[in-house]
Nanobody
């Protein structure tokens, strides 16, 4: 069974940093497009950052210049480095793996990020 397991969330003060990790198992990791989404209470889930199998990255305007997505195919892991965190970054963060070719999308269980002012 495919698993995506996030880690690295927690409580941090505004201006601080966190690094989220998402480890995948039982998928051909290197062919999947990967992404981080977040969902704040009472809001819809939104795309934060994505990285394609060919390493092309894309970011939401709200996190450009502060967050960096990266992947390590040898470790089957995708990362989200979050700097200069703001209270509005508070949310549950989810990683996803998508293969258009295979028609498959997988989600992790989420990790809570709370930024205090």
């Amino acid at each position: 069974q495919v698993q995506l397991v996030e880690s690295g969330g927690g409580l941090v003060q505004a201006g601080g940093s966190l690094r989220l990790s998402c480890a995948a198992s039982r998928i051909a990791f290197n062919i999947y497009n990967l992404a981080w989404y977040r969902q704040a209470p009472g809001k819809q889930r939104e795309l934060v950052a994505s990285i394609t199998a060919s390493q092309y990255t894309n970011y939401a305007d709200s996190v450009k210049g502060r967050f960096t997505i990266s992947r390590d195919n040898a470790k089957n892991t995708v990362y989200l480095q979050m700097n200069i965190l703001k209270p509005e970054d508070t949310a549950v963060y989810y990683c996803s793996a998508n293969s258009v070719r295979l028609g498959q999308t997988y989600w992790g269980q989420g990790t809570q990020v709370t930024v205090s002012s």
